[in-house]
C-alpha cells in the first residue's frame, strides 16, 4: 500500500513527527498521555468522560498493530477481556462492555483481590 504523506514530506520528517505524537499520548512520562499501564496490562483514558471505553480502546489497539508493538496490543487486550468482557452467565455473555468507570475499575480490582467475586453490576 502506498504511503500518500510521502508526497508532501520526507519520511525522516513524518517519523520524527509520529514517534512525539505516540510518545505525547503514549508515553509513560508525559504529562498528556491517555495509555496507562498497570501490571501487565494497559488503558486508554476517554479525556471527555474520565472513563475506559471501547472505542478507544479498539483505536488503542489499532495504533499497535500499525506501529508493531504487539505488548502495548497484549496489555489493552487483556484489559478488555479483564474489565470490559460482559461475565459468563448474563444474557448478554459473549458481548464488552461499552465503558468502565475507572472508580468501578478500581473497586473491582481491590475486591478481586481480596478473593470477592463481586462483579455483579453491569454498565451498558
Known sequence: MENLLLKIAP???IDKKL??????LFGQESSERIYFEEGDMAYIVDTGNDDVRTEGMSYGMMIALQLDKPEMFSRLWKWVKTYMTVPKGHENEGYFIWFVHLMVKLIVTVQLQMGKNILRQHYY
Open 11 to 13: 519520511k525522516e520528517e
Open 19 to 24: 514517534e512525539h505524537v505516540f510518545e505525547t
